[in-house]
């Protein structure tokens, strides 16, 4: 398991405009599933690599966010 800090999430869903306000807000839904197995993986291989820089990881981790939280935005959009 891994821990993601509060306010760097915060920082990083309102940088990518996901939060109109630099709070925490929970996405609230349990229907929102991730199922993209390639990009579940990818990530994974690059946390788990002692070989990869740690600035690397760091690089990986916030597109690998930025994109779970763009398809979680989409995925609750098309609940409406």
């Known amino acids: 398991m891994r821990h993601i800090d509060i306010a760097w999430l ?3 869903r ?3 405009v996901l939060l109109p306000q630099l709070r925490w ?3 609230g839904s349990d229907n929102v599933v991730v199922t993209d197995k390639h ?3 990818g ?3 690059t946390l788990l690599n002692d070989k990869r820089e740690l600035l690397d ?3 990986q981790a916030i597109e ?3 994109i779970l939280m763009y398809t979680v935005v989409i995925s609750l959009i098309g609940f409406l």
Do not use: A, C, P
């Open 43 to 45: 990530i994974r291989s």
């Open 39 to 41: 990009l579940y993986q």
């Open 57 to 59: 990881k760091q690089i």
């Open 10 to 12: 915060t920082q990083l």
């Open 64 to 66: 690998y966010l930025s």
């Open 25 to 27: 807000q929970d996405i």
């Open 14 to 16: 309102y940088d990518e």
